[in-house]
């Protein structure tokens, strides 16, 4: 895979203007309880008692979409294209002081310390974002911790209560199957920091290749862009 990173200077310029867009994980990932194990971070299942069920078939294994490429998410072993046109976002470009000015709003809106908001925004595997259009670009954010299971499909009402904290409006709960396995998608949206904006999102919780599950946040500013974001993923996620 080609690795598109931002220059540090870039990367602080791009955080800031996500950050007015209301991005950078302004969606939540509202992540469960980690514990450290000899292999690394596993979190508790989102849903900790899983209905057994038949073996879902695969969907096809997918080639790269033209006008793509492809992501990798190395500690899950999988990946999935993006358009060509997106970026990898320089994790560590967040400790710089005019990306944290900017990022600022967004922890203060979710209830954190911009020191407590740097340090879930580097905990991510990676951020890749598309490019600015009128002061906005959309994100995916993976995180790198990974849960025992995926467990059942939870209920509309269920994956609101989960998202309370990001003040989210869950749309739907669909269950989607990947080459690799079954998973599920959570649309939703959150309030914007200017007023009467709206930022849509979609939680997707995935299988990796070792039968263990991940998350992934998609945030948009557009339904329809959000909606397609989530359909090409879903469609292309394969080992890497």
């Known amino acids: 895979m080609r690795s598109f990173p931002l220059t540090r200077m870039a990367a602080a310029l791009a955080a ?4 007015a867009s209301v991005l950078l994980t302004g969606c939540g990932l509202n992540r469960p309880a980690a514990s450290e194990t000899p292999t690394g971070i596993v979190v508790s299942p989102i849903v900790t008692e899983a209905t057994p069920s038949a073996t879902a078939s695969l969907a096809p294994v997918a080639d790269l979409p033209a006008g793509h490429k492809w992501v990798a998410t190395a500690g899950h072993g999988v990946k999935f294209a993006v358009p060509e046109a997106w970026s990898m976002v320089d994790l560590s470009s967040f400790s710089d002081p005019a990306a944290k000015e900017a990022l600022k709003p967004i922890a203060e809106r979710l209830g954190k310390t911009i020191d407590e908001y740097i340090a879930e925004l580097t905990a991510n595997d990676l951020m890749i974002a598309g490019p600015e259009v009128n002061g906005y670009a959309s994100l995916i954010s993976v995180p790198k911790e990974e849960a025992q299971s995926l467990g059942d499909l939870p209920t509309q009402e269920q994956a609101q209560a ?17 080459a690799l396995g079954p998973g599920h998608v959570i649309a939703y949206s959150t309030p914007g920091t200017a007023a009467g904006s709206t930022v849509y999102c979609a939680r997707l919780e995935l299988p990796t290749v070792k039968n263990t599950a991940f998350l992934m946040v998609i945030e948009s500013n557009a339904v329809a862009d959000r909606d397609s974001l989530v359909t090409g993923v879903v469609t292309t996620l394969q080992k890497a």
């Open 16 to 19: 800031t203007a996500l950050a």
């Open 162 to 178: 989960a998202l309370a904290s990001v003040q989210a409006t869950v749309t739907a709960v669909t269950p989607v199957t990947t």
